[in-house]
């Protein structure tokens, strides 16, 4: 099974149900729920996603929305290693750093988000929902 790492951005396409992005996120996670990838994502996106959900949701609707999708996904450890790497890299993005390394360092074949530009650095392939999924047909 592909273990693949998907950005907040991502989420937040799912989640808020952006368009028109909205369909090939609800595809992927609908891959997840069927047992078909493991989609890994990482501890600093449930706090980036609480602290938008709150200005559209009560603190507890944005948690009850955070537990359907943790029932969906691994949460991928961010450890100080990863921190190290991500502070020591060449990422002109910080938090895209962080979420590389945690990809790197929790096993992920693949990083989905649509900000592919700011990847560039990256050792894995990198790819919006839609090409990734015309590659799992």
């Known amino acids: 099974m592909d273990r693949i790492f998907v950005d907040t951005d991502v989420l937040l396409d ?3 149900q952006r368009e028109p ?3 090939s996120s609800a595809y992927l996670f609908s891959k997840a729920e069927k047992r078909e990838i493991q989609i890994l994502i990482s501890s600093l996106s449930f706090t980036n996603i609480h602290y938008i959900l709150r200005k559209k949701y009560s603190n507890s609707e944005s948690r009850k929305i955070l537990s359907r999708l943790r029932a969906l996904v691994t949460v991928a450890t961010v450890r100080d290693k990863t921190i190290e790497l991500a502070l020591a890299s ?3 993005d910080f938090e895209d750093a962080v979420q590389n390394y945690t990809a790197i360092d929790n096993g992920a ?3 989905i988000t649509r900000n592919l530009k700011d990847y560039k650095q990256s050792q894995l392939p990198v790819m919006n929902p839609d090409t990734f999924l015309k590659t799992m047909v």
Do not use: G, H, Q, T
């Open 109 to 111: 074949s693949v990083i």
């Open 90 to 92: 060449n990422f002109s």
């Open 14 to 16: 799912l989640l808020e």
């Open 21 to 23: 992005f909205y369909k």
